[in-house]
């Protein structure tokens, strides 16, 4: 089965040897470029289609560094980080021909800006998909048993409800990453449930987390678990970090397109991703990031976009001017909502509460006022306040 592929590297001269017998590629006066050859026109295949390179399985420490769950029993991080950095500092003491003690001066190469200079697509690629691996690693695409335990307490039916939304987003899924376009010739179906297994892994982690930290704040979900534009958000807003982790050629708004989701309300559960996860790796935040700076700039005022219902809703008292709804003067001014979410400052108001995110457009003086309010150190971010708070205020 594999004499055909052979054939055709022969007749694009990617292989050197005897062309009729297909033999000889392993001389040793071809082998160094055979190799070359095939290792270019493989990396080149890998980022035209956006997929992940295999090749990374085939490194010394993949056991360490990427192996499997079961490989990995018995290891700690930290175990395991000193014996990838005593293995590097080995190799660092013979690969220069001399018995050279490692000094600072000499170990210059593991410098931060120096890593950053050789920095490939497909380096980024298999980083963002470690990362990735690190967080859904032995957990199954389904509710534990903590988050079934969880939900059941609050409905009889939510949890049904939940898994047979994820189970129907899924076919969406995979149907939309499978068919060919105009810009891409369609994945295999292997690929697509790969990714699809990897978002709802993602989701039910994020959506346990969420409900346990409200929980043992005392705050009440249960309005939330009823929210099914708010499960459908989060679920595309994992299966975006998939696609971006990735290096899919399918660019945002793609996942958007595919489940028919309003930017704006994709835009409400952004925050509420990257605050529960604490996993997600640096150039993953900073692509939500963007994305949310493209819904703010443009797509949140699409005509199709709910914002103008809401807008509507405000009646004679309008929408909040920019004073009554300006962070102070001492609150890091023109930063992204998402700038301050890593950096350990607080604020003395706290961003929007995703309990009101999805509530009806009713707006009071008091909710205009309100918008930022100010909340004791460690508040819900999904605390609920009086039924009357907008999500135009709240969302925007």
Same mark, same amino acid.
């Given at each position: 089965?594999?004499?055909?592929?052979?054939?055709?590297?022969?007749? *694009?001269?990617?292989?050197?040897?005897?062309? =009729?017998?297909?033999?000889?590629?392993?001389?040793?006066?071809?082998?160094?470029?055979?190799?070359?050859?095939? +290792?270019?026109? %493989?990396?080149?295949?890998?980022?035209?289609?956006?997929?992940?390179?295999?090749?990374?399985?085939?490194?010394?420490?993949?056991?360490?560094?990427?192996?499997?769950?079961?490989?990995?029993?018995? /290891?700690?991080?930290?175990?395991?980080?000193?014996?990838?950095?005593?293995?590097?500092?080995?190799?660092?003491?013979?690969?220069?021909?001399?018995?050279?003690?490692?000094?600072?001066?000499?170990?210059?190469?593991?410098?931060?800006?120096?890593?950053?200079?050789?920095?490939?697509?497909?380096?980024?690629?298999?980083?963002?998909?470690?990362?990735?691996?690190?967080?859904?690693?032995?957990?199954?695409?389904?509710?534990?048993?903590?988050?079934?335990?969880?939900?059941?307490?609050?409905?009889?039916?939510?949890?049904?409800?939940?898994?047979?939304?994820?189970?129907?987003?899924?076919?969406?899924?995979?149907? +939309?990453?499978?068919?060919?376009?105009?810009?891409?010739?369609?994945?295999?179906?292997?690929?697509?449930?790969?990714?699809?297994?990897?978002?709802?892994?993602?989701?039910?982690?994020?959506?346990?987390?969420?409900?346990?930290?409200?929980?043992?704040?005392?705050?009440?979900?249960?309005?939330?678990?009823?929210?099914?534009?708010? /499960?459908?958000?989060?679920?595309?807003?994992?299966?975006?970090?998939?696609?971006? *982790? %990735?290096?899919?050629?399918?660019?945002?708004?793609?996942?958007?397109?595919?489940?028919?989701?309003?930017?704006?309300?994709?835009?409400?559960?952004?925050?509420?991703?990257?605050?529960?996860?604490?996993?997600?790796?640096?150039?993953?935040?900073?692509?939500?990031?963007?994305?949310?700076?493209?819904?703010?700039? *443009?797509?949140?005022?699409? +005509?199709?976009?709910?914002?103008?219902?809401?807008?509507?809703?405000?009646?004679?008292?309008?929408?909040? *001017?920019?004073?009554?709804?300006?962070?102070?003067?001492?609150?890091?001014?023109?930063?992204?909502?998402?700038? /301050?979410? +890593?950096?350990?400052?607080?604020?003395?108001?706290?961003?929007?509460?995703?309990?009101?995110?999805?509530?009806?457009?009713?707006?009071?003086?008091?909710?205009?006022?309100?918008?930022?309010?100010?909340? =004791?150190?460690?508040?819900?971010?999904?605390?609920?306040?009086?039924?009357?708070?907008?999500?135009?205020?709240?969302?925007?």
């Amino acid at each position: 089965w594999w004499k055909p592929d052979i054939k055709k590297c022969f007749e *694009s001269k990617l292989l050197r040897g005897e062309e =009729q017998t297909m033999m000889g590629v392993l001389d040793c006066n071809v082998f160094e470029t055979n190799s070359k050859n095939i +290792r270019r026109d %493989y990396e080149t295949y890998v980022l035209s289609i956006g997929e992940y390179d295999e090749r990374v399985f085939l490194g010394e420490e993949a056991n360490e560094e990427i192996g499997t769950p079961t490989k990995m029993i018995g /290891h700690t991080d930290m175990e395991l980080g000193q014996q990838i950095v005593g293995r590097r500092n080995l190799q660092t003491q013979f690969s220069s021909g001399s018995l050279i003690p490692c000094t600072p001066l000499s170990g210059r190469h593991y410098l931060r800006a120096r890593e950053q200079a050789m920095v490939t697509p497909v380096s980024t690629a298999t980083y963002l998909v470690s990362r990735l691996n690190k967080m859904v690693a032995g957990r199954r695409p389904e509710p534990s048993q903590n988050l079934t335990n969880l939900v059941n307490t609050l409905s009889s039916t939510a949890l049904a409800d939940i898994t047979s939304r994820v189970e129907t987003l899924g076919q969406v899924f995979t149907e +939309r990453y499978t068919a060919p376009t105009d810009t891409h010739p369609g994945s295999h179906s292997s690929f697509a449930n790969m990714r699809l297994r990897m978002g709802s892994v993602l989701y039910f982690r994020v959506l346990e987390k969420i409900l346990v930290g409200e929980q043992r704040m005392g705050k009440s979900i249960a309005g939330l678990l009823e929210q099914a534009v708010f /499960h459908q958000a989060l679920f595309t807003a994992c299966l975006e970090v998939v696609i971006f *982790s %990735y290096n899919s050629l399918r660019t945002f708004p793609w996942s958007l397109e595919t489940f028919q989701l309003e930017p704006l309300h994709f835009y409400k559960v952004i925050e509420v991703l990257i605050r529960a996860e604490d996993g997600l790796a640096r150039d993953v935040v900073k692509h939500l990031q963007r994305i949310e700076e493209q819904i703010l700039e *443009s797509k949140a005022w699409a +005509r199709s976009s709910p914002i103008w219902d809401a807008i509507a809703a405000c009646g004679d008292q309008g929408v909040p *001017s920019c004073e009554e709804v300006s962070l102070p003067a001492g609150d890091l001014p023109m930063q992204s909502p998402l700038s /301050h979410l +890593r950096t350990g400052v607080t604020s003395s108001r706290q961003s929007p509460i995703v309990g009101d995110r999805f509530k009806s457009p009713i707006v009071t003086a008091v909710a205009r006022r309100q918008l930022f309010s100010g909340g =004791q150190p460690g508040q819900s971010i999904l605390a609920t306040t009086s039924p009357q708070h907008s999500p135009m205020k709240s969302g925007l």
